[in-house]
């Protein structure tokens, strides 16, 4: 392979790795919809913290997943950033995060979860954004339907919604 060529491949393929994004993590222009601290390398914030606009998040990488709830009706399709690939974008070092919502209600996730599941930080529903009076703006969403040993009250527990925080232990 040529220098050339080489050198153009590294650059695309970089350009879509999360944890490049985390070496340049920017001070966010806009509403902030989720704040990130705790055993983190990269902040764009004093105190220790990274805080993300929708379009940040947007830019790590949206999956999609189609799901059932046991809050939702029917089979939906949810859309947002594995929590996995935030992770990288910060340079997360823990065992646990503590997932926190707009109204305090928290929830502990190991990080061995997103070694098992590909869990989404889900933005959208069915193609709409998810506004703070149905889960949003940020909802935890495990693939329910992939793994029926997920349909426990222990992961609907870490299923939080209206996610304003994260902090990684």
Known sequence: MTLFIRTAFTIVF???????????????????????????????????????????????GLRKRQTTTPWTEGVAVFEGVLVKDLLDCVGAKGTNLKITALNDYSANMPLTDLNKYDVILAMKQDGERLRIRGKGPIFVVYPFNEFPELNSEIIYNRSVWQVASITVE
């Open 14 to 60: 970089s350009f879509f790795s999360p944890s490049l994004f985390a070496g340049e993590l920017v001070k966010p222009s806009g509403q902030v919809i989720l704040t990130v601290m705790g055993n983190i390398d990269q902040t764009n914030q004093t105190g220790g913290k990274a805080e993300f606009n929708r379009s940040m998040i947007e830019k790590i």
